[in-house]
């Protein structure tokens, strides 16, 4: 069975998009692939965090996507900072990797921009990267495009440590996901739902209070029309709640066109409030057992042992290679 990792940033929220987009993608994955996945905490320190917030943050992340169906059964889930010798292979892959290439990643180039007072981590955090999916041997790395060219930075990380110190490392690939429906905003139904919004009344957060998701819904964005068709251009915020059921049901938008025939926006969108609530809610009521409970901290500890004696073992052989040895 080939190797996936997946690392999640702890920053910003979850939402409904980030669930129908990315996380139902990944429990799909689960049952054909080795899995691997973690919170990767280390890189959210790229930018200013509030210790306290980051902390919450870490726990909540990995409790919402295990209670969205991550199985710990079939993934080996940890914490990236538990994992201590990942910082360790990070700075020899740096020591192999020049500066030209890692000053020109797009997302250096782009976020490096934004903030003149940027870290040194923020140049450096590719490599970071590859230091995440270089020591577990990964076959595949499923990442949107935007990522793509870090995985890239990582084979090439790889392959030049290869043929200096022999084959120490598994070249890995790039899974680009084929990513779900995008769900769009609620209120702006032209544009993605995005956690990073600064409008929440078109975000469904699976945070969300169950009340204020059904508000969102019922005041959701749509047109002058009485009829529930689906036609994106002229119609995106009818389409878009036709999406949700689509992709929460598993029904065809057909199906969906015709269940609602004759009906008004009114009774539609209590529908797809009662949908939404009702998957959500499953969700959250999964969340809440686990998010404070030693079930959680047993399934990061037997992950972060299995991952620390993979890092380990590559950092010996590693060391060995370079010379860092007593
Ligand atoms: P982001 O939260 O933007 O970092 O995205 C994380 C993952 O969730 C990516 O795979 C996105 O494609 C997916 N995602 C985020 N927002 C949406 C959305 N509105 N609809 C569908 N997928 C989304």
Redesign the pocket.
């Known amino acids: 069975m080939k190797r996936i990792l997946t690392g999640l940033?702890p920053t910003?929220d979850?939402?409904?998009?980030?669930y129908?987009?990315?996380?139902k993608q990944m429990t799909k994955m689960q049952d054909e692939y080795e899995s691997y996945i973690f919170v990767a905490d280390l890189h959210a320190l790229t930018v200013p965090q509030n210790p306290i917030e980051l902390k919450k943050r870490i726990r909540a992340f990995i409790a919402m996507y295990i209670a969205c169906g991550i199985d710990p059964k079939k993934n080996t889930i940890y914490i990236q900072s538990d994992i201590e010798y990942i910082p360790s292979i990070s700075w020899i892959l740096e020591c192999s990797t020049y500066y030209g290439e890692a000053s020109r990643m797009i997302q250096f180039k782009e976020k490096s921009k934004e903030n003149a007072n940027f870290s040194v981590g923020l140049l450096t955090y590719p490599v970071l990267m590859a230091a995440d999916i270089l020591y577990a041997d990964t076959d595949l790395v499923p990442v949107?495009i935007d990522q793509k060219q870090h995985v890239e930075l990582a084979r090439d990380i790889a392959i030049r440590f290869n043929k200096k110190y022999g084959e120490i490392f598994k070249v890995p690939e790039p899974l680009i996901?084929k990513?779900?429906?995008?769900?769009?905003d609620l209120k702006d139904p032209t544009k993605?739902?995005?956690?990073?919004d600064e409008n929440p009344a078109g975000v469904i957060s699976l945070f969300d209070d169950i009340k204020i998701i059904r508000k969102k819904i019922m005041s959701a964005t749509t047109d002058s029309e009485m009829n529930i068709i689906y036609d994106e251009e002229k119609k995106p915020g009818i389409s878009n709640l036709i999406n949700i059921v689509v992709s929460l049901t598993g029904k065809s938008i057909n199906e969906v066109e015709t269940m609602f025939k004759g009906k008004n926006y009114g009774e539609f969108k209590s529908y797809v409030a009662d949908l939404v609530v009702e998957v959500i809610g499953n969700i959250q009521e999964k969340y809440n057992k686990l998010v404070n409970s030693k079930e959680l901290d047993s399934i990061l500890d037997e992950g972060a042992k299995k991952a620390s004696a993979l890092a380990y073992k590559k950092y010996q052989t590693m060391r060995e290679k370079v010379g860092v040895v007593r």
């Open positions: 940033k910003g979850l939402t409904l998009g980030n129908i987009g990315a996380i949107g996901t990513s779900g429906t995008k769900i769009k993605k739902m995005s956690k990073s």
